[in-house]
């Protein structure tokens, strides 16, 4: 499943990072929380298929300790950069200074980086039981 997840993550910094610029160069120019949840929404599979295997390896009947934790550890890093990132654009967009959309894109693939690098990093470390 790590391969899996490895292949649509690239996939959908290739497309969506694509998406991203393009829409970038059309007029009218979207609101920079647009382009933030794109980003967002960029690794969001890659980063549930980890998730999910991560969460099947934890279900089992005796399931290492750090499977336990390394879920809660992920969802709280998804959530964390979320919110963080949305105050950082936020924050960009009340200064007044122009932001580039693909600024804002890229913030939105911040969010969702460290909670995927946790999954993938703990399933790598961690065999599989079954």
Do not use: N
Not at 42 to 52: H, K, S, V, Y
Not at 74 to 83: K, N
Not at 88 to 106: E, N
């Amino acid at each position: 499943m790590i391969g899996w997840s490895l292949l649509v993550g690239l996939l959908g910094l290739l497309g969506m990072g694509t998406a991203a610029v393009r829409l970038a160069s059309r007029a009218p120019a979207h609101r920079p929380e647009f382009y933030w949840f794109l980003g967002l929404v960029t690794l969001l599979p890659a980063w549930l298929i980890a998730f999910l295997t991560l969460l099947d390896r934890a279900s089992g009947p005796r399931p290492e300790k750090a499977l336990s934790a390394s879920w809660i550890l992920s969802s709280s890093a998804a959530l964390a950069g979320a919110i963080a990132t949305d105050a950082a654009v936020r924050r960009l967009r009340d200064s007044g200074r122009g932001q580039h959309p693909v600024t804002c894109w890229l913030l939105g693939v911040a969010a969702m980086v460290l909670a995927w690098a946790i999954a993938l990093l703990v399933l790598a470390l961690i065999p599989a039981s079954r």
